[in-house]
């Protein structure tokens, strides 16, 4: 079966620009994970859902970053006014709920701000 | 602060010969550690999850041990191919809500003919 793929792969951006990265996590699979990735570092937990709610937003770094999700499906990753700070891999993965171990990833998306 | 730290943090081996990489973590409390290969341009994929009762795990030519109690793992990879090439990342996950992970910086596996 299909599995978790994002969109775009490949963004260039302006700095102070809005993007908007989306996530389509492997169907029937309620849980949902957005991570950064930057050059050199580990992966960095940004946000979860739950269905559609987020019981954890402790890892967005700042008000300019968002996220929601829609029909227990698709998500969006929204960084408005964006940064050159901001540049990263973002990566999402889909689990089958929030307690299994198991977390399937999307192959990312590179956002390079210029 | 749940750290994992990874080393070597880059390697290169022969085709054919073994490897271990090691990954030491203070994650509290915890609940499993899981090795992930991820290959340039693309997502990590699962290799092996454990959990604290558990102290090795193999899947295919890649074998995980656990030492909870010194907070350290090791991933041995057996024969290396070519295909091996990729970050080989421990993460570590806390009890708690969310399954949120604590990842580390990986370590760069290259295999030469």
């Known amino acids: 079966g299909a599995g978790v793929s994002q969109s775009p792969s490949n963004k260039v951006t302006e700095k102070g620009k809005d993007v908007e990265l989306r996530c389509d996590p492997i169907?029937?699979?309620?849980?949902l994970y957005w991570y950064r990735q930057s050059l050199g570092q580990g992966l960095e937990f940004l946000i979860y859902?739950?269905?559609?709610?987020?019981?954890?937003k402790s890892g967005l770094p700042s008000d300019r970053f968002s996220a929601e999700r829609t029909g227990g499906s698709v998500s969006t990753l929204t960084i408005q006014r964006t940064q050159q700070e901001d540049s990263a891999v973002y990566l999402c993965a889909s689990s089958p709920s929030h307690t299994s171990y198991e977390q399937y990833f999307g192959p990312g998306t590179r956002l390079t701000v210029t | 602060k749940n750290q994992v730290e990874q080393s070597p943090q880059s390697l290169i081996i022969l085709e054919g010969k073994n490897c271990t990489l090691q990954?030491?973590?203070?994650?509290?409390?915890?609940?499993?550690l899981r090795w992930y290969k991820q290959d340039t341009g693309r997502g990590p994929v699962s290799l092996t999850i454990m959990t604290f009762s558990e102290n090795t795990k193999s899947n295919g030519r890649y074998t995980a041990t656990l030492d909870a109690d010194t907070k350290q793992s090791s991933l041995h990879i057996t024969a290396s191919q070519l295909s091996d090439s990729a970050s080989y990342i421990c993460v570590v996950s806390a009890t708690g809500g969310g399954n949120k992970l604590t990842f580390g910086t990986g370590t760069q596996l290259k295999v030469e003919l």
């Open positions: 169907s029937g699979h309620t849980a």
């Open positions: 990954c030491n973590y203070t994650v509290s409390p915890f609940s499993n």
């Open positions: 859902f739950q269905g559609n709610s987020a019981p954890d």
